[in-house]
């Protein structure tokens, strides 16, 4: 509460409440319903499996309006492979449909990577089905504890095929 309070106090205008699941801190609500009382925006990123109607509705009511959600694939199979917990896909459809029921505004991030290529063309297609308000194609980032991660960046072919896709559905 203190550092919301510094946030405000310096002119932040939004805060994003991450890292790990944020649905899984049991003060989150409290959290975001301070920060709107600051007029900071709050803001979760999320991978969603855990905001199920009433998750959702109770965030909605501390005045979050924003949610940024991860989803990887759309296809079973690819999700479970990227996530481990392939069961999790049906949880965050449904909270999908949810959010547009409150009136989230809904930005979905897939990170790009060479396993969940052949899927982004059906993630647009959910999200466009679903009224997801922004869709962020990411390529995979290669940090300092990572050096070794090379077999996750899409090769220039990949993404220009990529790149297809999304002029083929922006049509």
């Not at 925006?41 to 855990?50: A, K, Q, V």
């Not at 109607?53 to 109770?58: A, G, H, P, S």
């Not at 759309?74 to 069961?87: A, W, Y």
């Not at 991030?109 to 969940?116: E, G, Y």
Request: glycine share 6%; proline share 4%.
């Amino acid at each position: 509460m203190d550092i919301l309070q510094q946030c405000a106090d310096l002119g932040v205008k939004s805060v994003l409440f991450t890292w790990g699941e944020p649905t899984l801190f049991k003060g989150l609500p409290q959290l975001i319903e301070k920060a709107s009382e600051l007029d900071l925006y709050p803001i979760i990123n999320t991978n969603g499996s855990m905001l199920d109607y009433e998750t959702l509705k109770t965030l909605k009511n501390a005045g979050l309006e924003y949610i940024h959600m991860s989803l990887p694939a759309i296809d079973e199979q690819l999700f479970g492979k990227s996530t481990h917990f392939p069961k999790n896909l049906h949880r965050i459809k449904e909270a999908v449909a949810n959010m547009k029921k409150l009136d989230y505004f809904v930005r979905v991030k897939m990170v790009l990577i060479p396993d969940n290529l052949k899927d982004v063309g059906n993630v647009i297609d959910f999200c466009a089905k679903n009224g997801v308000d922004e869709i962020h194609l990411a390529q995979f980032i290669i940090t300092s504890s990572g050096r070794n991660s090379f077999k996750y960046v899409p090769s220039e072919d990949e993404l220009k095929k990529v790149c297809e896709v999304v002029l083929e559905k922006k049509e």
